[in-house]
């Protein structure tokens, strides 16, 4: 069984940066598009920032960028997402999710298959 595992999530005051990090170790992680989600409380999951299968390119959602970066790591099967200059709004659960040979413009959380179980990230003002 698939399994995606995020850590790294707690609380920090705006303006300071966080990393998190979701390893797939049941995964062909190679052959996988990988994305973040967040979820706010009362408001639906929206795409925050995706990588496609190949490692060549990156999308990442108007509200977060030049704010966070995503990286992936092949030979660990585990991504990172950092994110700096954290506002309030940015409190959610964050989300890593994977397609087989997924794009970076795959924004739809329908289009992925396997999901982890979220990490909090509260950001105080």
């Known amino acids: 069984q698939v399994q995606l595992v995020e850590s790294g999530g707690g609380l920090v005051q705006a303006g300071g940066s966080l990393r998190l990090s979701c390893a797939a170790p049941?995964?062909?992680?190679?052959?996988?598009?990988m994305a973040w989600f967040r979820q706010a409380p009362g408001k639906e999951r929206e795409f925050v920032i995706a990588i496609n299968w190949s490692d060549s390119l990156k999308h990442s959602a108007d509200s977060v960028k030049g704010r966070v970066t995503m990286s992936r790591e092949n030979a660990k099967k585990t991504v990172y997402l950092q994110m700096n200059s954290l506002v309030p709004e940015d409190t959610a659960v964050y989300y890593c999710?994977?397609?087989?040979?997924?794009?970076?413009?795959?924004?739809?959380?329908?289009?992925?298959?396997?999901w982890g179980q979220g990490t909090q990230v509260t950001v105080s003002s």
């Open positions: 999710a994977a397609k087989p040979f997924g794009r970076a413009q795959d924004t739809t959380p329908t289009e992925y298959l396997y």
């Open positions: 049941g995964l062909t992680f190679r052959n996988y598009g």
